[in-house]
């Protein structure tokens, strides 16, 4: 069915004859603006004011939010003779998927069956500090995402800054993913397999992608987890604890102790979990007086202060961290 609100949601890309379904979801809950711009993700766009289109769980989809709902769209794959034929103005078709299946896709990336505002009350009796700024930063989430991509998403992260990241993983899925559709000129293509990634000429087709040092990292954690543990198997790290997961993490390629917490964090279930970088190490010595390390974030240092924020945030404290 489509939205009561049509004329809110008519500047979503190409959105005939795209089915609109919803889910309820206050901003107290989640913030689009805030979750999906906050370099959690990589692969998703504001393709119009408040409409932010992106590749899901190997389809694309428009998502909006109106007051305490959240509407969404998923486009259907296109094959190479629909491309041909599309006309301009509709050139992707609404996905033929049942409504039940695509709800719990978006419940489960967005976690929705945590509740934010019961966690933000706690923070905020825990941490005068957090107490001060949660208001100007309401609805902030952790996704929860597919593991391979999140791990090689953010073995891009390392030096780098968002915009160009979000450069970074859209030349490697136009690269090494498969073509999904294509909305407004503009082609979607599905996060590449591992297998994708396994290549005899994969490092070189990145180092030409601009990938520089890290396209050895991309191409050598591919090889070792096909060789080792598997896709399947780094989906299983959701069930190890916390310590385990971040272990067999650090052994890959070009996976530090803060690309294997934001993987942990994003997409292993491990809300524990803080990445602590050179600001969050500021963070905590300035503003929480945390004496740790002397002129560099040492391992030692950066263990402690995950360690500090844990005992003052609990449970969830890399979703503390995320806000």
Not at 84 to 106: H, N, V, Y
Not at 213 to 233: D, M, N, P
Not at 299 to 312: K, S, T, V
Request: contains cysteine.
């Amino acid at each position: 069915s489509r939205p009561p609100t049509p004329m809110k949601l008519r500047d979503a890309p190409s959105a005939c004859p795209s089915l609109w379904r919803c889910l309820p979801c206050p901003p107290a809950e989640l913030r689009l603006d805030l979750v999906l711009s906050s370099g959690q993700s990589f692969r998703w766009w504001e393709s119009s004011p408040g409409a932010w289109t992106g590749v899901l769980a190997g389809r694309v989809w428009t998502l909006r939010q109106d007051g305490d709902r959240l509407w969404y769209t998923v486009y259907g794959e296109q094959d190479e003779d629909e491309e041909e034929e599309e006309r301009d103005d509709c050139p992707a078709k609404a996905a033929k998927l049942d409504g039940a299946e695509t709800d719990r896709i978006l419940r489960d990336y967005f976690q929705l069956d945590v509740g934010l505002s019961a966690l933000y009350h706690a923070w905020g009796a825990a941490d005068p500090l957090f107490r001060k700024v949660a208001n100007d930063f309401p609805g902030v989430r952790v996704l929860r995402q597919d593991p391979v991509e999140c791990l090689f998403s953010f073995i891009c992260t390392s030096n780098n800054h968002i915009s160009r990241i979000t450069a970074m993983i859209e030349r490697l899925c136009q690269a090494f993913g498969r073509r999904l559709c294509c909305l407004d000129a503009r082609p979607f293509h599905a996060f590449p397999s591992l297998s994708a990634l396994t290549g005899a000429d994969a490092e070189a087709r990145l180092r030409a992608l601009g990938f520089g040092y890290r396209a050895k990292f991309v191409s050598g954690s591919a090889r070792a987890i096909t060789e080792g543990l598997g896709a399947e198997g780094l989906c299983q790290l959701r069930t190890a604890p916390y310590a385990e997961a971040r272990r067999v993490l650090c052994a890959l390629p070009g996976v530090g102790a803060k690309v294997a917490d934001c993987v942990c964090l994003l997409s292993l279930d491990k809300a524990e979990a803080v990445p602590v970088d050179t600001h969050v190490w500021q963070i905590a010595r300035q503003r929480y007086g945390v004496a740790l390390g002397g002129k560099s974030l040492t391992p030692r240092a950066y263990q402690e202060i995950g360690d500090f924020f844990r005992g003052l945030w609990g449970s969830h404290a890399g979703w503390a961290q995320a806000v």
